[in-house]
């Protein structure tokens, strides 16, 4: 389809939407969409080839669509190609109608406006950014809040895998998506809000029963969880009850900035020798392959779905337990690892939720993109 055409058509389709500013040609290279709301702005820009590039226009957007969607992408990213997407945050139906393909991206984009995170009403009942609201007393009493209540408790990166590696310990790992999955129901970016999750999330979080599990630090230094804490540490604070807590960023690039080889030392000692099961999403990032996994004994692999995997957990836990020779079961599926690995633990299996793990070796010592920029 040709860009006069292209422009007349998604005009046609899509100018009724009372959130899209304007539709036009730039350059005789692209036809632009502007999107624009009280609070966020942004432009699709869709070539000849009906490739689809994300365009933000200005800072504050870019800043709340990656928050929100927990996703660390360019001010301009392509985001479909060839009838793929190529970024894990949304999601489509099978349509082929490239208005429609549109209209779905664009709905997604335009969910995080509802999303408590980032938007309060104020008296006049206009949505305002949350950062206006927060006032930097409360976010520095949320700090010091998370300081005395995980005083003597929480473990530092490295404690957290010797105690993993010398107790023989199965991990259960929060990030910001179990979070959100835990205590709201907008589910995260590759798992609708299920509230069965919900409850089994809790559950974990309040468990002492040797499973050591571990959650976010608190990471001043980086803006996504400075906006993070002040709202979600209260609600997280009521379920928190261990008597110890380890450090989730044991599987993010931050362990690995922090301790370089000594962390890669670590990981490798924990699977020295060991029969191992990979647990992962069947396209997922995770990669069983790589070379922090190279001094395993030997290796079988349990496939689940990329997204929504809760679904399948019953059918992952018979698995499992099927597989009686095994070591160690290594799991990288987002929240639904999180609970596989409690519920191993509870059955006496031994399982370690990993997560990014080989991505983030690979952003530290391979100077690749992050995890979240990989598409799958």
């Not at 050591?212 to 803006?223: A, G, R, T, W, Y």
């Not at 009521?238 to 670590?266: C, H, K, S, W």
């Not at 991505?359 to 100077?367: A, E, G, K, Q």
Request: proline share 2%; net charge negative.
């Amino acid at each position: 389809m040709k860009l006069n055409e292209m422009h007349r058509f998604l005009q046609l389709n899509l100018l009724k939407e009372n959130f899209i500013e304007k539709i036009e040609v730039y350059r005789n290279e692209v036809v632009y969409i502007n999107v624009k709301t009280e609070d966020i702005y942004f432009a699709l820009d869709i070539n000849e080839e009906k490739e689809i590039f994300l365009v933000f226009r200005n800072d504050s957007s870019w800043e709340n669509i990656c928050q929100h969607f927990n996703c660390k992408i360019n001010y301009k990213t392509k985001i479909f190609s060839n009838d793929q997407l190529l970024v894990d945050f949304l999601t489509l139906g099978n349509e082929d109608d490239i208005a429609e393909i549109i209209r779905q991206i664009i709905s997604q984009l335009l969910e995080y406006s509802r999303n408590e995170v980032y938007l309060l009403k104020n008296i006049n009942n206009k949505l305002i950014n949350i950062n206006q609201v927060v006032s930097s007393r409360y976010v520095n009493d949320i700090y010091l809040d998370m300081a005395n209540s995980l005083k003597d408790k929480y473990l530092t990166l490295r404690d957290t895998l010797v105690a993993v590696k010398e107790q023989e310990l199965s991990i259960a790992r929060f990030g910001d998506g179990e979070i959100r999955c835990m205590v709201t129901t907008n589910g995260c970016g590759f798992q609708t809000h299920d509230w069965k999750l919900m409850q089994e999330l809790r559950e974990i979080s309040r468990e002492n029963t040797g499973l050591l599990v571990c959650f976010p630090s608190l990471l001043i230094e980086d803006k996504f969880w400075q906006n993070f804490w002040p709202i979600y540490w209260p609600k997280c604070k009521f379920y928190l009850q261990q008597n110890r807590i380890g450090d989730a960023m044991i599987t993010r690039p931050e362990a690995f900035y922090f301790y370089g080889q000594e962390m890669v030392a670590l990981w490798k000692a924990i699977w020295e020798g060991k029969k191992i099961c990979f647990i992962s999403g069947e396209n997922s990032r995770f990669n069983a392959n790589h070379q922090i996994f190279s001094n395993i004994k030997n290796s079988e692999y349990i496939f689940s779905k990329n997204k929504n995997a809760y679904e399948d957990i019953d059918n992952l836990l018979a698995k499992c337990l099927e597989k009686k020779h095994i070591d160690i079961f290594l799991i990288a599926l987002g929240p639904t690892g999180t609970v596989l690995s409690a519920r191993l633990h509870r059955q006496g299996v031994r399982a370690l939720d990993i997560g990014h793990l080989n991505n983030s070796f690979d952003t530290v010592f391979l100077n690749k993109v992050t995890p979240e920029g990989i598409p799958y």
